[in-house]
């Protein structure tokens, strides 16, 4: 099993905690002797008999709690013993409670937290096994389940374990729980009241695969207050501006980015590719435009709304000129900086190929001949243009087929054959 983790940190717990059956309440006595003789049922009943008889007793209810931690630790299924250890987790409070009244708190009042971190870790340390160690893994059929039934456990005995959330986040993920994973990672910030720059890099991360970008970019801009020079925070706070549609922002902090790491191939390629995808949109607006007018003109439309129509289409084709120039120079840049990321070489193709496209359109819809043999001597020429980029990009991804058949069908259009027919095989058409 691949293991997808940070860092899961067992815990070295001493606990130094005595029993003793010296001269005392001679309620406490009872309850005592069941748990030295384990008969833990007895000492539970010893232990309410003697809350019900001395409610201010805070001896009774820690010694309940400490029955509990042995009936817990007894228990083979671990998922039992939730309830039980919420019960330990009460007394343990009520008995806190009860001492903190007293002039003069018992011996017992020091033992609460031995109790607790001796009851947490043996949960905590049982958890980080069938998450890490392979043959304690092979032991169940579903280790990282267990491994949260011991960590939840954990944090029952112990709510304000930051380790033990932090680790639950981690196990979570590994397990494909992103929403167990993200809660539990805020719980271990809220306790810790600060956390690392990765911290917040890994939450972001988690809400991304719950495609939940708004608390993404939350996370992200929380941790570059704290952060703001850390390179990794701002990648990622782009990427969540360009899931939620925040295109200008998004390409904004890229270009913070260009501006930090100028030769970043990865950084220039986003933008190519992002100014790209709204070149595409506009195409699909102006093609939607083109329908409502071909539809309009079909009916005797009004003149007025054609004419609207025709003048957005003309911006829209200004526009696209402007941000296909961007992306194309982008494109460039990445390629110049990195010339082995097929990526760059693709979308290069699907620039210039819908280029080429446009082109054959203005092309089949003009009635000037010459005009139209220059646009179709334009689009050719951008249609090689395409034809050269993915053939660079299926020499550093062969395999891939998706490339073989855009080359398969640039290739018939081009009308290069045995081309196409090499292309078409690769395809696995």
């Given amino acids: 099993m691949k293991k997808h983790f940070y860092s899961l940190f067992s815990v070295f717990a001493l606990t130094f905690l005595l029993i003793s059956c010296g001269s005392e309440n ?12 384990q008969n833990y049922d007895a000492a539970l009943v010893a232990a309410d008999s003697a809350i019900a008889a001395e409610p201010t007793n805070g001896q009774a209810n820690y010694y309940k709690a400490y029955a509990l931690s042995r009936i817990a630790a007894n228990e083979p299924v671990v998922t039992d013993r939730k309830p ?23 011996f017992e009042a020091e033992q609460i937290t031995e109790l607790t971190i001796e009851s947490w ?18 032991s169940v059929d579903q280790p990282l389940k267990m491994a949260i039934a011991h ?72 941790g570059l207050e704290i952060y703001p020079d850390s390179v990794f925070l701002v990648q990622k706070k782009a990427d969540a501006l360009f899931q939620t549609g925040q295109t200008d922002a998004a390409l904004e902090v890229v270009a913070e980015l260009i501006a930090r790491e100028p030769n970043n191939p990865q950084y220039h390629l986003v933008v190519g590719t992002q100014i790209y995808q709204r070149v595409q949109e ?77 082109l054959f359109e203005q092309r089949n819809m003009t009635t000037d001949n010459d005009e139209a043999a220059r646009l179709d001597e334009l689009a050719r020429a951008e249609a090689e243009k395409a034809m050269l980029n993915y053939e660079r990009a299926a020499e550093l991804n062969p395999d891939d087929q998706g490339i073989w058949e855009t080359l398969f069908r640039i290739y018939t259009l081009l009308d290069y054959r045995e081309k196409a027919e090499a292309a078409m095989e690769k395809a696995g058409m």
């Fill in 26 to 37: 001679e309620l406490i006595t009872p309850i005592k002797q069941g748990i030295n003789s």
């Fill in 84 to 106: 039980i250890l919420v019960d330990m987790r009460e007394n343990l409070m009520i008995a806190r409670e009860k001492f903190d009244a007293m002039e003069e708190p018992p």
């Fill in 121 to 138: 870790s043996r949960e905590h340390n049982a958890a980080i096994g069938y998450a890490t160690d392979d043959s304690v893994m092979a």
């Fill in 151 to 222: 960590l939840q456990n954990a944090v029952t005995i112990n709510p304000d374990s930051a380790l033990s959330h932090d680790v639950l986040a981690q196990i979570y993920h590994m397990d494909g729980n992103y929403a167990g994973a993200s809660s539990s990672l805020v719980r271990a910030i809220e306790i810790r009241g600060e956390a690392d720059a990765a911290d917040y890099d890994r939450l972001a991360s988690y809400y991304f695969m719950l495609d939940d970008y708004d608390k993404a970019l939350e996370s992200v801009n929380t």
């Fill in 282 to 358: 506009l195409s699909d607006e102006y093609q939607q435009n083109n329908d409502k007018i071909y539809d309009l003109k079909a009916g005797s439309g009004n003149d007025a709304e054609i004419e609207a129509l025709q003048a957005r289409n003309q911006e829209i084709l200004e526009m696209q000129d402007d941000l296909t120039n961007r992306a194309e120079a982008s494109l460039l840049n990445a390629i110049e900086l990195d010339d082995s990321n097929p990526v760059s070489f693709n979308t290069l193709g699907i620039l210039y190929q819908n280029k080429a496209a446009a």
